[in-house]
């Protein structure tokens, strides 16, 4: 999913498969504004590197998958001509049961490990529970704009705000006529969070690496300032930059309403305001996963999910 479909460059339309001597595989995919890395526990005959074309491997796994086998087995093929000085491209076999591909292959020499920032020091590190941060962005993602002249609006704000009295962690997103608004106590570690936006690419591709990681129950997240950011949930690590603009004051049509709240577990919102018409609150219900109560206001809709502070 993160490899684009055209590339200027070949490299990025290849996976890398690393194998370590140690009993585990690692693949690799990056379009240069991500990066994915996803680490399988392995027999490893032979400990290497090698990149496989993508789509190819993408089509051989979803074919071995619909047969049944219950291991694949991956030999490269051009190791001996890359001892002898040859950096072209070869065959990698992928082998499973009685189905056999022969792989299109690069040398992982010249393979970007990583987005540019690079995260070697994250300026904010923290740990948000799994299942809550992925319900949120799920929520939250039919709300991202798909309009790429508003760029700045095409992915999810990460701001940490002052919210009905209380210090917040606030997820946003926005399409300039629905807003959509999670507010979380801070994590430990995220108190002094730049305003960053994750774009609309790694948003999703987070809620599908979740797939791979069913069992993990929290996400390792670290921002570097408003560049970069990586996110790590058992096997799989996202890495992505993030967008360069100004996510714009969300907080507007709720002005007068966000008043400090005595009671602690009382809701951030408790008072129905003027807000944009909802074009698509049935998707925005979907993207939830539960029930959202809408209540009118004076020129539009008000939703929130019911017990959820």
Known sequence: R????????P???????EADAGGAVTLS???QDQFARVTLAANVEAPGAVCVDA????????????G????VRIADN????QWNGNKGPHNVTVTAGRAAFALKALPADDFPRTVTPTVDEALSAFTVPAARFLSDLAALAPCISTEETRYYLNGVAFQVRQLGGRNRLAMVATDG???GAASRPIPAGAEGLADSILPRKAVANLRHAAKLAPDCDAIAVEFEGDRAARFTLGPVMIETKLIDGTFPDWTRPFEGNLTPIADAAAPLFPELVAGAPLAAMAKLEKGAGQVVEWQEAASGRIGAVP???
């Open 2 to 9: 993160v490899v684009e479909r055209r590339n200027t460059f």
């Open 177 to 179: 006529h629905n807003i």
């Open 55 to 66: 789509a190819a491997l993408a089509d051989a796994a979803a074919k071995i998958r619909k």
């Open 11 to 17: 490299i990025l339309s290849y996976v890398m498969i």
């Open 29 to 31: 995919a990056t379009d």
């Open 78 to 81: 051009g190791r001996a001509d």
């Open 307 to 309: 017990a959820d502070p």
């Open 68 to 71: 049944g086998a219950g291991e």
